[in-house]
């Protein structure tokens, strides 16, 4: 008989339910109430994991408590949401997945993983590949923004890079894929809403990460707190054990989200603890997140004959099954000993890496009159904003053990990189809150200077979980300082820093240049520096649609024709009075500093089987003075299938670095049974016809240049 065996068959009653609970710790808080006193719970082996606990004192000495103290002496499972780094921070994963690059992707992780099991941690609950398609949700900060395809990417490239090649390993980590699913489509973007989506879009936009985070191995995954049209995701038997379990064969662990069990009494879907944890159970949740509902509800739900012992022993038989692939049972103090320290010299190299992934992640919006790069001999540059000093906000809504006296702010970025040159900084406003007599005291320091850079956007607090926001522009202060310095006449650089698109178009319409910084992490003023002094030519791209005024959401790429697809002026078609229905930027979209031109699109061979794979080249020409790198973007469209398809959808992402006037070649290989869709039965279906292929440089139809397929039967 095994170990997970021998403990089940010696187990009480209550220490099974105890490897069900995951208790909070108090290192940080992510949810709601109070947290109560660990210790005891341990010993008695009422709780068999803990979240929100870092520190490799910290660790092990709850984990001395449980594998020394307790009766059966099982290891804790430590979980902490490392999102984005742990010690060293990269950019949110919206600022990084506009790399369009699962190779960063994944070190980025790998890195995280690593300093987070030096820290005593097992367990991530990260990624969190939710499809975002509505910036007035807060959480879209945390997401890979609005495609499907970019989403899975992204869950494949984390898995990969958290838990590395062997669990055992303290420098790997279990992941956590949240949140199982559709959270991102809560109406009217308000935090935990209800979710009315179609079967439709639940199965071609919201399932397929989940499905990639399977096939990729994911150690966990956590059910989103909402309802998706009443049924509560926590108890969602049909998703959870049908779906997940049933046709995708997950044999991992469910974890809830913080307190989601209790929550299911919110719902209105059970009338008491013990009912919400016989649903939660029997949906194949495993682990209760700082609800407590299992320890409370369990015992009364198998007495009410609502659970039986055998999905209770599953779960618990899961939950070891993790623990023991993490390999604490052998050595629970093998994450966290001090043999696993990061040194100096990794941390050198994570730092490295924070600046590479940040410069990359910024998003050039606009650009006129040449005013980037700044010139070498710059003398007197005014740096004004909120945002300008700001240390703590660059590390985003989800920082884990990041801390701010170790990030680099914008104004410290630029006065190192231009040791030459005065800088005047001033903030001149708040994120929420501005005196007048701010505004007048910076526009006088823009007065004097021969360029203005504008730091503005959100404070972390404005963004995030419970972030959702019905307004998208910037706080009235905000904008008052803006007009202001805009007023002088000088040139403006602008830098939003923010976890979502903002609804600017008078700034994009009267500022030299704005670009996108999002929350970068540690290195983010010096990212910053390095692209606007022209040490990198940027290539970020937007990895969601920008809408130019929030009435437009949900606004993104992938729409469906509608019978009148939008025609400027045509009051009968898809489109409103008072604005165009193009957004602001397209998803996608990001300038260089260099100009590239695309050619001879080919697709070979141009009628194709389903059994077959088609390739696409297409020529791209530098025609510049200066070195870039262009990413291009590979889009099909089912012109007529059995369903309407959207008018794009992507297929695949290239980048091609260029020397000044150079040419050069992106080849995809596409097998065409991945042009296959979510067909009127809900099962994937590949019908012949004409297929458009589409290749440019963003989703705006301007921007592609396109070929035809033709599927044969
Ligand atoms: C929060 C979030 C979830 C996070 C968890 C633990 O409420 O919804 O994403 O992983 O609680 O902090």
Redesign the pocket.
């Known amino acids: 008989m095994g170990r997970i065996d021998r403990l089940l068959a010696a187990m009480t009653l209550d220490e099974k339910i105890g490897q069900l609970n995951m208790a909070?710790g108090s290192r940080?808080v992510?949810?709601p109430g109070a947290r109560r006193d660990v210790e005891e719970g341990i010993r008695s082996g009422r709780i068999g994991n803990l979240?929100?606990v870092w520190g490799g004192k910290e660790v092990h000495a709850v984990q001395h408590l449980a594998v020394e103290q307790s009766r059966l002496g099982i290891p804790l499972l430590i979980?902490?949401?490392v999102?984005h780094g742990h010690r060293t921070i990269f950019p949110v994963p919206l600022a990084e997945a506009g790399l369009f690059d699962p190779a960063t992707w994944e070190r980025t992780a790998r890195i995280a993983a690593k300093e987070a099991g030096a820290d005593g941690v097992a367990l991530t609950?990260?990624p969190?590949v939710d499809v975002a398609r509505d910036p007035r949700w807060g959480?879209m900060v945390?997401s890979p923004g609005e495609d499907p395809w970019v989403a899975a990417e992204f869950a494949a490239a984390k898995i990969r890079g958290f838990q590395g090649r062997d669990l055992q390993e303290a420098a790997s980590i279990a992941v956590?894929t949240?949140?199982l699913c559709g959270y991102g489509a809560v109406s009217a973007g308000r935090e935990y809403a209800s979710v009315d989506v179609s079967e439709r879009t639940l199965h071609e936009v919201h399932l397929p990460p989940f499905a990639t985070a399977v096939s990729a191995g994911t150690a966990a995954i956590?059910p989103?707190?909402i309802d998706i049209a009443g049924v509560p995701m926590t108890a969602n038997a049909p998703l959870l054990q049908g779906w997940l379990r049933g046709m995708h064969a997950f044999d991992g662990v469910l974890i809830s989200?913080?307190?989601?069990i209790a929550e299911l009494c919110n719902h209105g879907v059970a009338s008491d603890t013990a009912e919400a944890a016989a649903l939660a159970l029997r949906a194949g949740v495993d682990v209760d997140?700082?609800s407590e509902a299992y320890v409370q509800g369990l015992p009364e739900a198998l007495r009410r004959g609502l659970v039986g012992m055998a999905e209770l022993d599953a779960s618990v038989s899961r939950v070891l099954t993790l623990k023991e692939r993490l390999g604490l049972f052998d050595d629970p103090y093998r994450r966290g000993a001090a043999g696993h320290t990061v040194s100096a010299r990794r941390t050198a190299t994570a730092r490295q890496l924070a600046r590479e992934t940040a410069r990359r992640a910024i998003v050039l919006l606009t650009h006129r009159h040449g005013v980037l790069p700044i010139a070498p001999g710059a003398r007197h540059i005014a740096v004004v904003g909120p945002l300008a000093s700001a240390r703590h906000e660059m590390l985003g809504p989800?920082p884990s053990a990041g801390r701010a006296d170790e990030a680099v702010s914008i104004v410290e970025g630029l006065q190192k990189a231009l040791p030459n040159c005065r800088i005047d900084h001033l903030a001149g406003a708040g994120t929420a809150a501005t005196k007048r007599s701010a505004i007048s005291a910076a526009v006088e320091s823009c007065r004097a200077a021969e360029l203005a850079i504008l730091c503005l956007g959100e404070d972390v607090s404005m963004s995030g979980?419970g972030g959702s926001r019905a307004d998208l522009g910037l706080p009235d202060g905000q904008r008052t300082l803006a007009e202001a310095i805009l007023e002088l006449g000088k040139p403006v650089i602008v830098l939003l820093t923010s976890g979502r698109p903002l609804t600017v178009p008078w700034l994009f319409e009267r500022a030299d240049a704005v670009l996108a910084t999002w929350f970068l992490g540690s290195e983010a003023g010096n990212a910053i520096a390095d692209v606007l002094t022209g040490k990198f030519n940027p290539t970020g791209k937007l990895p969601v649609t920008w809408p130019r005024a929030v009435g437009q959401v949900p606004l993104f790429y992938g729409q469906r024709p509608s019978g009148r697809p939008a025609k400027p002026g045509e009051r009968l078609s898809s489109c409103y009075l008072d604005i165009p229905a193009t957004p602001q930027f397209a998803f996608g979209h990001g300038l260089s500093y260099a100009s590239f031109t695309l050619a001879e699109l080919r697709c070979t061979p141009a009628v194709a089987r389903a059994d077959e794979s088609i390739k696409v080249t297409v020529a791209v020409h530098n025609h510049s003075a200066i070195a870039g790198e262009a990413t291009l973007f590979l889009f099909v469209r089912d012109v007529v299938a059995s369903v309407a398809r959207p008018v794009l959808e992507l297929k695949g992402a290239r980048r091609i670095a260029l020397e000044p006037g150079a040419r050069g070649t992106l080849r995809w290989q596409l097998p065409v049974a991945s042009l296959a869709f979510v067909g009127a039965d809900l099962g994937l279906v590949l019908e012949p016809g004409r297929f458009e292929i589409h290749v440019g440089h963003s989703a705006d139809p301007g921007e592609l240049i396109s070929c035809n397929l033709e599927v044969s039967s």
């Open positions: 909070a940080v992510t949810g979240l929100n979980g902490l949401d999102m609950f990260a969190m959480r945390e956590t949240k949140h956590m989103a707190f989200d913080y307190n989601a997140m700082a989800w979980e």
